[in-house]
């Protein structure tokens, strides 16, 4: 006991006095200027870069050097006014000494603690810019733990020398570094590879690495903030172990890493979100052993090529050695449904992937779609994506179905159930894709402008090899349309189609018609075929069958049944091709001036070529009723032009084509010889070629026909007439026609001449409703100008004048009318006196003069407003005349004239009853010895004013004035002679009634 005592006494008087002499020797030691040297070039060896500081210090409990105030500064360019490229600043580093060293007079490092650290770092398109170099130069024993003088049980090295090769006042510094610590350190990392500079902070940074026994590897421990430009970007935890040799094994736990932080980084892809969770890699710097990754990135948003897709994203990856990385992952969208995916990726780079999707809102994709167009619908389904090694699609398979699938495209609104399955399997050298893949949209709904459709709509695609890629579809409405095709297209957009059509709605296409003012519709079944690319067609087939057929525009118009077959080459260049049409079971109509009925004949063949302007040029043969052969050919360039070629046929019902021919009942047979009509956006504008008219009969009025023979030609904008000849009857007149805008009010001149001997019944029997009214010989010349359509009747558009004589030679007659006796039943009194007196005048009945037949009626008329302008109108009788003025309505020869009636004096001495100049005739009962009186030989013309003459010219109604009635006196006596009869008047009648008279 008492040994021990005595031991134990020793000891601790020994450790009191090693403990003296280290609280005496060590500030000695460290204080000195060789210390301080060998440290700075230990320092500086070590680091690459000067090391300064302010000041050194020393602790005993534990053993320690306290560096105040180091920094290390970049030999590289300023970040800014006022701070290096990069440095390293402290308020303090603490070196922990190990003890039995200390006791050899050495210094060696065990451990490292940086309080206050501030480390500034840039990185440039060279890499980098540290405050550090690399390694101490080779052959420093602080460089080599396996140093010789490396101590078994510290490991630490041998003395490093001094500047200058030789250790100053026997002190030297070794590092056998056990412990590296930072305590409330700050590092940042200006990124100056960027169009806009960042810089990075890692705030509040605690670290601890600390050497594990007999590993040789340390352990580290890390804490720090994050912060990107100041604003706060999430933190990190850090901690596994890490070896001189390049070995490691660490696991980072991510605290709400702020994603958007990272958006200078990622190209075309716009990240959003606060990523948290845990990665963990292991491996050397020769060789990666594994990683793992489990992160959930919250409010995740992700955007690529216009899409972007935001919820929930969990990922989860894991990869050990050379094996290919596994991975998985949901985006949970909420209501907009979720997307799992799955997969591997190989160390070569090419992915395996499965994708899930349940319930995904289809709504982000529309910028895939293009253009302005929107899109709707849940989708549901299995996409299986395989990538090369080299980058590229290897196979894309899978099967989506979208329920409320929506499409809308400006005035386009598609909606139904889509079923889509694909696999595609690219070719690795670049060749033709392998393909095979359908989409059925179901419960189909189609809505644009007028079309309001539904039904089942069916697309199929497969390719093999370098065939071409071969294509079904069908179309099938609820409205019990259908349309199916087969063919196949090539890569480049070529497509060789045949299509079949049953009941199919035409209407469907009427919005994409390039004039909205078309209206479409119908009903086609038959076939067709289309090849070439949909924008630039080689060839478009058509046979169809159209019922209820319609095309509509503001100035042609189509409806009913029609039968159409069509070859047209490069249709989108232009029409080329041949088309042949049946329209016999359709109406047609260009505006008012053509009518064509159902059920009137109307065939087409025509070939199309391109005009050297880029128009087109066609050729028909058309049988239209009953013309069997017309050819037209004409162009389509701007302005329509059309010269129509047929030999002679029956216009007897064209009428009902041609409705301003229906006032005229034409019959009888045409022939066009190159009759050619330019059309420009007011209609029929030119005309030229001839339209030969043999013996085409027309209505003039309700009882009257005239046959035309000539020929109608066309001069720009008129029709003429050429050797034209009107004739009705025994009746002949040359006709000088010309008709300007045939097509629209068809104003004309029309000259008129009687050519040979006339009847005027003929005449007037033709143009008149008053037939067997005038009769005689006919001289007629008239000029009359009007027009044939607008509104107005023929007659109440006609003007004009127009002479004529009746009569010459031989007179004629106006049936049952004599215009005396008109007058003189006006006149009782005269009438009456005249023949109660020629019994004792003698001479010529009275009667005798009130005959119907004239010797000459002659006229010079003016037309227009549909009645005649008497200028004068003469008819003259034996004995005496009538002078009219006034209208006379043209279609019924109805009066409402004025003039005068004048008695000639043959016709007054004939009512004296003198039966010639030189032989008066005796007073009727007087005595044979009596003397007549003597008479003049003519008395003067009688003048009757007419104050109006109604009625028809075949039979007239005759007004008198009151002046003209007081007159009848003076009119009487002058008429009977009673103003010479001065010898017994009364004796005269008693001789009379003496004798039975």
Known sequence: MRLFAKVSIALVVLLAVLFGALAIGLPRLIESEGFGRSLRANASAVLGRPVEWDALRA????????????????????????????????????LRMAWLPLLQRRVEVDSLVFRGLDLVVTRTADGFELPVGGAGREGDASSSPDSPDTTADEGATSPAPAPGGAPADGADLGVALRRFVIEGGRIVVVDRTLAHPIEWRLEDVELEGREQERSGAAAIELHTRLAADGRDAGSLHASGTIDLGGAYDLDLDLTQIALAELQPYVEDVALAGAASGRISVAGAASSFASSSADLVVEDASIGMQGVTLRGRLAVQAERAGEAPLAFRGTLDAGEGGRIRASGTRAPSGGVQAEIELDAVDVTPFAPLAGGNRRLGGQASGHVALTTRDAGGLARLEGEVDVASARLVDGGLDLAGRLAVAFDLQPDASGGPVRMAGRAVLSEARVRADRVDLAGRFELGARREATEPIALTGEVALVDGGRVSWTGNATEEGRLDLNASLAAFDLAIAAPFLPDPSIRMGG?????????????ALELLSLDVDIESGQLETPDYGLSGPLHLTADLREPTKGLRGDVVVDLTRARLSYGESFRKPAGVRATAATKLTRTATGGTAFESVIALRNAERIVAKGALDGTTSIVLTAPAFDV???????PALAAWEAEGPVALEGLGLRFDEQGASRFEGRLE?????VRVSETGRVRLRGAIVGEGSTLRSDGLQAVTKGVVLAVDARVEDPFDVARFELGLDTVGAAEANDLVSAFTSRADTVFGPLALNGRLRGALSGGSSFYDALEGQVRFG?????GGRLRGVSLLRTVLDQLPLLGGAARLTQPFRGGRSLDDWFTEYFERIEGDLAIGGGRIEARTLRLVYPGYEATLRGPLRLDDLTLDMKGELILKADLVTALRGATSPSAPAPVAGADPGTEPVAEPEQRKP???????????????????????????PKLLFQATGLDTLSIGVGKAIGRALGAGN
């Open 59 to 94: 602790g005993v409990f534990p053993p320690r050097l306290v560096i105040e105030s180091p920094r290390i500064e970049s030999e590289g360019g300023q970040t800014d006014a006022s701070r290096p490229a990069s440095r390293l600043r402290a308020d303090a580093i603490d």
């Open 523 to 535: 009903r086609a079944t038959g076939k067709a075929r289309i090849v070439g690319p949909l924008g």
């Open 652 to 658: 007897k019902g064209w009428d009902e084509l041609l």
């Open 693 to 697: 008219l043999r013996d085409v009969g």
């Open 806 to 810: 009746i009569g010459e030679p031989g």
């Open 942 to 968: 009688i003048h009757i004013p007419l104050a109006r003459v109604r009625g028809r010219l075949g039979a007239p109604e005759v007004s008198m004035t009151p002046e003209t009635l007081l007159a009848v």
